[in-house]
């Protein structure tokens, strides 16, 4: 080849796209040669280790997989952007050729978000990536409901940030240290900015792996009955974008890198961006759990979020109904086999419930980070009268089994129906309580079985054990076969919850 | 200039017997001198120092029980990038050719800046509450500078930090599983692991072997002109 064949120089350039071109094809090579593609399979690597395979082995809920997804992949991301980030941001002085790019007709500046844009492409593609596995595999096996995008968006800004902090802090101090220290800086900022959240009002809520109240977990019962709140997130992406936008302002302001021209627009860029990111954190302070479990932010909170969301409940074929939200449908086997004994006692009694459904949780913030979580009302009321009931994985504990589970449901729902119907409480006649016993006896729940878990009428967890004249009578009446057992119950129950029948009336 | 012509030169221009006496210890110090600052070791040390001085200011504030053992990994993860950096050449092939001395540079640098790692990790946490302890300290910096060295050797110098950082994540990831199970036990991933399980401590100390062993005889891979 001779140079006379060079073709590039005499090429036309149409005059208004001329710049918007040169851009283009400067990110086509940024895009090319940036270090967050070699680092993606290290991100995605992370995300399945550490995050997919949590994920997957919870159950298939939008909300404990969002919020898993929400932070889990934003840690798994964030020292490979960072870190590259800081390694293009110190590209040139490793090189050698920051004089050389200094020099050329756009404004260093310019080159710099370029490089920027390139970076957080790469890291977004790659999160996009993995928030559409994650998506998609749960869209297959949740039975109801929709993703969340809000902790999606929060991620993305999240990357957008730490990729502006990495190529600031590559750019302003070039160095072979300088990446991993932001690398491994990043990582700690994030993982342990948690620690000084104290309860739903404070401030460090604004850090971006927060997605809910935290040291809550990840509660299945969160946003299924009521709408995902936003408010936190918005008030983090609000955070995000006023931090990246100041970072980069900040990028223009040292002489030699943007034209002087450039100085004054990005003084009012980084204080813009200040601004919004103090705003955000001001709001955060202002946030407090809601009885759905959620943080509200006063002045991002939308009222219409507080409806309760519509649904077609689930409902089992057993003797009395039992009837689930239908994000809880793969729950709703185990939890119609485990009522099945005490749902055939009761069933046709006067008083029974016709239907057992599924309540929303509410939610208290107790000192520092602990919450109180519980039914609001009565469990049996209505009429006809529908007994609710808490699925025992609405309530603060850790993983079941089915089986785990299954005998959950038993010592507590299965206690609680038995008792509401009855009148077993704590000013229940020996009578009452004999009934009782004897009735959880046939539905296999014998007192032996009922150590610990604690009902509405045993809070606490504890047995009073019965006294033998009503210990006695229970096991008389336990031992009545089935029918002659309801026959009796039927015509008496009236009497026995208004508390006119004695233990020797007791068949 | 070869190996060979290399190594003739000071031998040659030294006349006296009392200079020929005189010039290893000399000519070594300063060769170990120009090692060290080639590789940016003083930088390295500095950044070892601050590795030990935040983890020291970090102990004084209250963390819970996930926190405070996360924390000194942050740091030991921190400090092994520190010395896995300082593998990376700016010299590069000529250096190779003609340092007949560089693989005992290499090891002499590596071990040296190892030790002053988990020594200073170790002193910054004499008299506060270090989650793990000292066995714990020695152990993950072993490892995560292993990490780093073999990461150096297949990356390149510059980019060697990226194990240890990925380690820190895998690591801490791990310690979570203690509480939220099923609990990841196995021994190469040693944060998790007790401070005196063996297991760990045997895969730790293997990383830190291999990683020194490759970088003592091929060095960092490194790209001319970063």
């Given at each position: 080849m001779t140079a006379v064949r060079a073709p590039a120089a005499s090429r036309p350039v149409p005059a208004g796209r001329g710049p918007l071109r040169a851009a283009a094809q400067l990110l086509r090579l940024e895009l090319r040669h940036n270090a967050m593609l070699w680092m993606l399979p290290v991100a995605i690597g992370l995300f399945w280790f550490t995050t997919y395979r949590k994920a997957m082995a919870m159950p298939p809920l939008w909300y404990p997989r969002a919020a898993t997804l929400h932070g889990g992949t934003l840690l798994a991301f964030a020292f490979p952007v960072a870190g590259a980030a800081a390694w293009m941001g110190s590209r040139d002085a490793r090189r050698r050729t920051t004089d050389l790019v200094t020099t050329t007709a756009q404004p260093r500046w310019v080159h710099l978000l370029v490089t920027w844009t390139a970076t957080t492409c790469w890291a977004i593609v790659g999160y996009l990536g993995c928030v559409a596995i994650l998506y998609g595999v749960t869209a297959r096996q949740a039975s109801w409901g929709g993703p969340l995008w809000w902790p999606v968006a929060v991620g993305a800004a999240s990357l957008s940030a730490l990729s502006a902090a990495g190529l600031a802090a590559g750019t302003l101090a070039p160095s072979r240290f300088t990446a991993p220290l932001v690398a491994v800086g990043a990582f700690f900022a994030l993982a342990l900015s948690t620690q000084p959240i104290q309860g739903s009002q404070s401030y460090w809520q604004i850090s971006p792996v927060v997605s809910g109240p935290w040291d809550d977990g990840f509660d299945p019962g969160v946003a299924t009955f009521y709408r995902y709140l936003p408010d936190l997130s918005i008030a983090q992406v609000m955070f995000l974008a006023g931090l990246t936008i100041a970072i980069l302002g900040i990028l223009a302001l040292p002489n030699g890198r943007s034209g002087r021209w450039l100085r004054r627009p990005a003084t009012v860029i980084t204080t813009a961006g200040l601004l919004a990111a103090g705003t955000a954190v001001a709001l955060a302070g202002t946030g407090k759990l809601d009885a759905h479990g959620m943080i509200a932010i006063p002045a991002l909170h939308d009222a219409a979020n507080d409806r309760p969301l519509r649904y077609t409940p689930v409902c089992s074929r057993t003797a009395i109904p039992v009837c689930l939200n239908p994000a809880y449908t793969s729950y709703l086997p185990a939890t119609a086999a485990a009522l099945t004994p005490v749902l055939n006692e009761i069933a046709g009694l006067p008083g029974a419930p016709a239907r057992i459904s599924q309540a929303a949780a509410t939610y208290r913030q107790d000192a520092g980070n602990s919450i109180s979580v519980g039914m609001a009302g009565p469990s049996l009321s209505g009429t006809p009268p529908v007994f609710r009931m808490l699925l025992p994985f609405q309530l603060p504990g850790p993983t079941m089994t089915t089986s785990e589970f299954a005998a959950a449901v038993r010592s507590t729902a299965g206690v609680d129906i038995v008792a509401d119907v009855i009148g077993d409480g704590p000013g229940a006649t020996p009578a009452q309580r004999a009934v009782a016993a004897a009735l959880r006896t046939s539905a296999?729940?014998?007192?032996?079985?009922?150590?610990s878990a604690p009902t509405r009428q045993r809070p606490n967890g504890a047995i009073v054990p019965l006294p033998a004249p009503v210990r006695s009578a229970a096991r008389r009446f336990a031992a009545l076969p089935a029918s002659a057992r309801h026959t009796w119950l039927v015509r008496h129950l009236a009497a026995l919850r208004a508390g006119r029948i004695t233990l020797a009336q007791l068949p | 200039m070869t190996a060979d012509t290399a190594r003739g030169v000071p031998t040659a221009a030294t006349p006296g017997r009392k200079a020929r006496t005189a010039w290893p210890s000399r000519a070594g110090v300063r060769l170990l001198r120009l090692h060290a600052a080639s590789r940016r070791v003083p930088t390295a040390i500095a950044a070892i120092a601050a590795c030990a001085i935040g983890l020291r200011i970090a102990l004084l504030g209250h963390w819970d029980t996930y926190g405070a053992l996360q924390l000194p990994l942050v740091f030991e993860a921190g400090a092994g990038a520190a010395v896995a950096i300082t593998?990376?050449?700016?010299?590069g092939e000529p250096e190779r050719v003609t340092g007949r001395w560089l693989p005992f540079l290499r090891l002499a640098t590596a071990l040296a800046l190892t030790a002053a790692a988990a020594g200073a990790l170790v002193a910054a946490g004499i008299g506060a509450h270090l989650a793990g302890g000292t066995l714990d300290v020695l152990r993950n910096v072993a490892g995560v500078t292993g990490i780093g060295l073999l990461c150096a050797a297949a990356l390149g110098g510059g980019l060697a930090w990226a194990g240890p950082a990925g380690y820190l994540v895998v690591g801490a990831y791990a310690l979570y599983t203690q509480w939220h199970h099923p609990a990841l036990t196995t021994p190469w991933l040693w944060p998790a692991r007790p401070p005196h399980d063996l297991g760990a401590a045997i895969c730790a100390a293997l990383v830190l072997a291999t990683g020194i062993a490759v970088i003592t005889i091929r060095g960092a891979r490194d790209p001319i002109g970063e």
């Open positions: 296999g729940l014998p007192e032996e079985v009922l150590r | 593998t990376a050449s700016p010299i």
